[in-house]
């Protein structure tokens, strides 16, 4: 099936069940956070173990994304779709009844991998469904879900954690998807038309093993490395995964000068535009990841408050990203190119806000939640723009190569920024051993000297993101400058 754009009314309730899929996989990226106190009483796991709940999602997501997409091109996505939301659904089972730590551990996995599935089919089916404006508003509307699933997630979980409905606990974290992804999987058959690029159905499975192979030895010992002292396969790791990816490309561009259908079209990577895009989406999506990982220690550690008092401090940043997700395509009409870098640069001066204010008084409330206003602001302005400069960068038949891609890009940022940031947070924090004003102190600096990649990130992804507005667009693309909002 040819992809062609959509026509009609139908085609916005198509986009509330994708972006349902959406709001799952953000969520249960971060409100397991808040759970970890409760999973080390109540389940008997060890803080390696509690870790690995965190990794295994992250891991298994970041690995399989770019054959989820690659699945969607090839069976089509709403097909893939549904085979996601109800592993998705299954294994969010599995992890809310797990009785010991090591089911919940593989719970996370299957979780992940349903997660790698459901991913590349949203944005994907919005590149193929929507043009134009109605584009631009397809992912303000994303933008809006993704922003305040990460923001509200702490809070949902604090508050779960908290009313201990049946005595369940934490797993009311993970038994709370069951409905939604139960509604979904009917609202998807019913409303999300079926799309597929036009090329041979056949899977290029030795792409995929390679492919998954390498960036799991990237990811997964930056991911543990920290959690065991840094030992000597946290270097062996990476460093064997550079000989694995090159087979990996080798493999690719002798598959496609063969006439094949490689995973990934390599010259796609020929197109300046999206390469510059997708790598200033990983630096800002690397910034965001690791911002939350150093305030969420400031909060829960450094002034002791209870998960839900912690969650509810995000709140403000969740209404603020909501308000400018939804402006952002009158922003671009407005200032046209220059709409995304002033979200970059809103973004930017919340962490510097955060900084400062983790310095000068760590416990002034006001200061953090204006600091988050900034960022939320900031990342409602840049994510659904940013998405749709850069998918809008490549041809509609290279939509679920490109969306794997940015996808694997944003979660490999994420990985990245918390592992670079962990070091130092962790390295500066020291013996937590401390009166409680001297904690508090100790967990502000940590986060003042952390922030400095965070602000270097951002700043490398204010470049990239002007570089990318600045220049033409590739044929056939639309470009983010010229978006306008408004109907149909």
Not at 13 to 22: C, G, K, Q, V, W
Not at 124 to 138: H, L, N, T, W, Y
């Amino acid at each position: 099936m040819t992809d062609t754009p959509s026509s009609g009314a139908g085609r916005w309730f198509a986009l509330a069940a994708l972006l349902s899929a959406n709001f799952l996989i953000i969520l249960d990226l971060f409100i397991v956070n808040v759970s970890l106190p409760s999973l080390q009483t109540r389940l008997g796991a060890s803080f390696s173990q509690v870790h690995l709940v965190i990794v295994a999602y992250d891991a298994a997501l970041a690995v399989l994304l770019i054959i989820g997409a690659r699945l969607g091109d090839l069976f089509g996505r709403r097909r893939i779709f549904l085979w996601g939301m109800g592993l998705f659904t299954a294994s969010s089972l599995i992890c809310g009844l797990a009785p010991g730590p090591g089911i919940l551990i593989g719970g996370r996995v299957i979780q992940g991998a349903a997660a790698a599935l459901l991913m590349p089919q949203v944005l994907a089916s919005i590149r193929v469904m929507f043009d134009g404006a109605s584009r631009a508003r397809a992912f303000g509307a994303m933008g809006a879900v993704q922003g305040v699933a990460a923001t509200i997630s702490q809070l949902a979980g604090g508050f779960l954690i908290e009313q201990d409905y049946a005595g369940l606990g934490w797993r009311t974290i993970f038994l709370i998807n069951l409905p939604i992804g139960l509604a979904a999987m009917l609202a998807a058959r019913l409303c999300i038309p079926e799309t597929r690029a036009s090329v041979s159905s056949r899977l290029d499975v030795a792409g995929a093993l390679l492919a998954a192979l390498g960036l799991f030895l990237l990811l997964v010992p930056i991911m543990l490395g920290h959690d065991h002292g840094w030992p000597w396969w946290s270097y062996a790791g990476p460093a064997a995964a550079v000989p694995v990816l090159a087979a990996f490309v080798r493999h690719e561009l002798r598959l496609s000068r063969r006439g094949g259908v490689p995973l990934i079209e390599m010259a796609l990577f020929a197109n300046r535009r999206f390469v510059t895009g997708v790598s200033a989406v990983f630096l800002f999506f690397s910034a965001i990841s690791s911002f939350f990982l150093s305030l969420t220690m400031l909060l829960q550690f450094g002034l002791e408050l209870s998960p839900l008092a912690a969650g509810a401090v995000f709140t403000p940043s969740a209404l603020a990203f909501f308000a400018a997700s939804l402006s952002g395509p009158r922003l671009a009409e407005w200032l046209g190119r220059r709409a995304l870098l002033l979200g970059v640069l809103v973004f930017g001066a919340g962490i510097a806000l955060s900084a400062a204010g983790a310095i000068l008084d760590v416990a002034n409330m006001t200061l953090i939640v204006a600091a988050l206003v900034l960022n939320g602001a900031g990342q409602g302005i840049v994510i659904p723009l940013a998405f749709n400069a850069v998918l809008g960068a490549v041809r509609a038949e290279d939509a679920g190569m490109g969306s794997g891609i940015s996808s694997t890009m944003q979660l490999t940022g994420t990985t990245v920024g918390v592992a670079v940031v962990g070091v130092v947070l962790f390295a500066a924090i020291g013996s937590p051993d401390l009166l409680d004003a001297g904690r508090a102190q100790r967990y502000g600096h940590a986060l003042a000297w952390a922030t400095i990649y965070n602000l270097v990130a951002v700043a490398v992804s204010y470049l990239l993101f002007a570089r990318l507005m600045g220049s033409a667009p590739a044929a056939g693309a639309v470009p983010a400058a010229r978006v306008q909002a408004g109907g149909d």
